[in-house]
């Protein structure tokens, strides 16, 4: 018999095998076991932070303004869209009574503009008058108005422009409080989201329980 039938023929004792079939079951086991202590422990971590499906429905949004300058703007997200922040300068402001014959709505009166919030039916659509809070997306089609800031004649804009926003879609203009020019495919002014004052620096955007 040569060494090969010899290894061929020998068979491992009945307790060796039993202990091979036991591990395999204890480390089936185990995983398992893993698995579903994994399970479990998921909901419980992910109770700490807001779900995604709770900040598509609307979770408010809470935003430092301290660092934001007078001319500058800051866009954050809310409810999938972005919410421009914009600290007007004296200028800006005062433009806002010199094109008020040009608006199609320049005091929020529109049916369609009962949604504004009561504390935004004013000439700058704001709590305060040098923060705008507004929803960046043109009310035509849903496209994203660019700004324009600078005052005067230029490309799509008329020559006796105050500054504000055109939308570069279907050419929809917009003053520094978010108005709609007449005669422009946008029906109504830009959303203006409910939100409040939590301290001097501190915004929330998505409530608005204390205004």
């Given at each position: 018999m040569t060494q090969a039938s010899v290894k061929s023929s020998v068979v491992a004792p009945p307790g060796a095998a039993v202990d091979h079939q036991k591990r395999n079951w204890i480390v089936a086991t185990c995983a398992v076991g893993g698995a579903g202590v994994a399970a479990v422990a998921v909901p419980f971590v992910s109770t700490f932070q807001p779900s995604e499906r709770a900040k598509a429905a609307g979770a408010a949004v809470e935003v430092d303004i301290s660092a934001i300058k007078p001319g500058e703007k800051l866009t954050v997200e809310w409810r999938g869209k972005p919410v421009w922040i914009f600290r007007r300068t004296p200028e800006q402001l005062d433009a806002l009574t010199k094109a008020e014959d040009q608006l199609a709505d320049p005091k929020s009166e529109r049916k369609q503009s009962e949604?504004?919030?009561?504390?935004?039916?004013?000439?700058?659509?704001?709590?305060?008058?040098?923060?705008?809070?507004?929803?960046?997306i043109c009310t035509h089609l849903g496209c994203s108005p660019v700004d324009k800031f600078q005052p005067g004649a230029q490309p799509s804009v008329p020559d006796d422009w105050h500054g504000g926003f055109l939308c570069p879609c279907h050419g929809s203009t917009f003053d520094m409080a978010g108005r709609v020019y007449k005669n422009k495919p946008a029906p109504d002014n830009l959303e203006v989201p409910p939100h409040m004052y939590l301290s001097e620096t501190r915004l929330l955007i998505g409530e608005d329980k204390k205004a």
């Amino acid at each position: 018999m040569t060494q090969a039938s010899v290894k061929s023929s020998v068979v491992a004792p009945p307790g060796a095998a039993v202990d091979h079939q036991k591990r395999n079951w204890i480390v089936a086991t185990c995983a398992v076991g893993g698995a579903g202590v994994a399970a479990v422990a998921v909901p419980f971590v992910s109770t700490f932070q807001p779900s995604e499906r709770a900040k598509a429905a609307g979770a408010a949004v809470e935003v430092d303004i301290s660092a934001i300058k007078p001319g500058e703007k800051l866009t954050v997200e809310w409810r999938g869209k972005p919410v421009w922040i914009f600290r007007r300068t004296p200028e800006q402001l005062d433009a806002l009574t010199k094109a008020e014959d040009q608006l199609a709505d320049p005091k929020s009166e529109r049916k369609q503009s009962e949604l504004t919030p009561v504390y935004a039916r004013n000439i700058n659509r704001s709590i305060k008058p040098e923060v705008m809070v507004a929803v960046g997306i043109c009310t035509h089609l849903g496209c994203s108005p660019v700004d324009k800031f600078q005052p005067g004649a230029q490309p799509s804009v008329p020559d006796d422009w105050h500054g504000g926003f055109l939308c570069p879609c279907h050419g929809s203009t917009f003053d520094m409080a978010g108005r709609v020019y007449k005669n422009k495919p946008a029906p109504d002014n830009l959303e203006v989201p409910p939100h409040m004052y939590l301290s001097e620096t501190r915004l929330l955007i998505g409530e608005d329980k204390k205004a």
